[in-house]
């Protein structure tokens, strides 16, 4: 398996909801992260998870819960969020060391309204 | 931290045409990706290359890893082919960081 897997596809959620997007890989990667992409911006990143450790927060707002309950599944809990949080968001592995390579998710397309 | 310099921002060309993409980066690095992201849609990779040069059907990367410069070939490009291709490097230094990405080149194959 050398996927990773997101869900949903597609979300409207409102101001008042709690959602959460899933993201799942096989591939054995010890390293994953939450990217979030705005319209025509490169991706920007939120959170690595290294070892199921959060090792990097990009000081973002505590209206996004990570959570990484073992080394094959990744959570991005989300509450209260602002229309501007509608965005892509991104699930992806990669190892800690050693081979470089990165495998991204298709994404999570979030509408706040 | 490194920085990612791609030319061009946006392209637009027809069909067949052959098609480059130029990438260079600061600091050396241990492999470079190539991605591409179609309209609406999720980041598939591309190429990861860390010396030479890989092809995969009609399309071709370079990377010269002395001169921190990559590039992307589409050779006889299809309407298909738009999409916006990035870029990106990984951490220097190795360990789980994230990667540090190109603007991205926004492609257009007019029929």
């Known amino acids: 398996d050398t996927e990773v897997t997101q869900t949903p596809k597609h979300l409207v959620m409102g101001m008042t909801n709690k959602k959460s997007l899933k993201c799942e890989q096989h591939?054995?990667?010890?390293?994953m992260y939450w990217y979030k992409q705005k319209a025509k911006k490169p991706p920007e990143l939120m959170f690595v998870?290294?070892?199921?450790?959060?090792?990097i927060n990009e000081s973002v707002p505590s209206r996004f819960s990570p959570e990484c309950p073992n080394s094959s599944l990744l959570n991005l809990h989300l509450h209260a969020l602002q229309p501007e949080d509608s965005a892509l968001y991104l699930c992806?592995?990669?190892?800690?060391?050693?081979?470089?390579?990165?495998?991204f998710g298709s994404g999570t397309r979030l509408t706040v309204v | 931290k490194n920085e990612v310099e791609q030319s061009p921002q946006n392209l637009t060309a027809q069909e067949g045409e052959f098609i480059t993409i130029n990438c260079s980066y600061s600091?050396?690095?241990?492999?470079l990706h190539w991605l591409q992201q179609h309209p609406g849609g999720g980041i598939v990779s591309l190429f990861m290359?860390?010396?030479g040069k890989k092809k995969h059907g009609r399309l071709i990367a370079t990377i010269n890893i002395q001169e921190k410069h990559s590039s992307l070939h589409i050779t006889a490009s299809h309407p298909r082919d738009s999409a916006v291709y990035i870029c990106a490097v990984p951490p220097s230094g190795g360990g789980a960081d994230g990667l540090t990405f190109g603007k991205g080149t926004h492609l257009i194959i007019q029929p």
């Open positions: 992806a592995s990669s190892q800690v060391w050693g081979e470089p390579g990165y495998t």
């Open positions: 591939m054995g990667h010890r390293a």
């Open positions: 600091v050396g690095i241990s492999a």
């Open positions: 998870y290294s070892y199921e450790k959060l090792s």
């Open positions: 290359l860390s010396s």
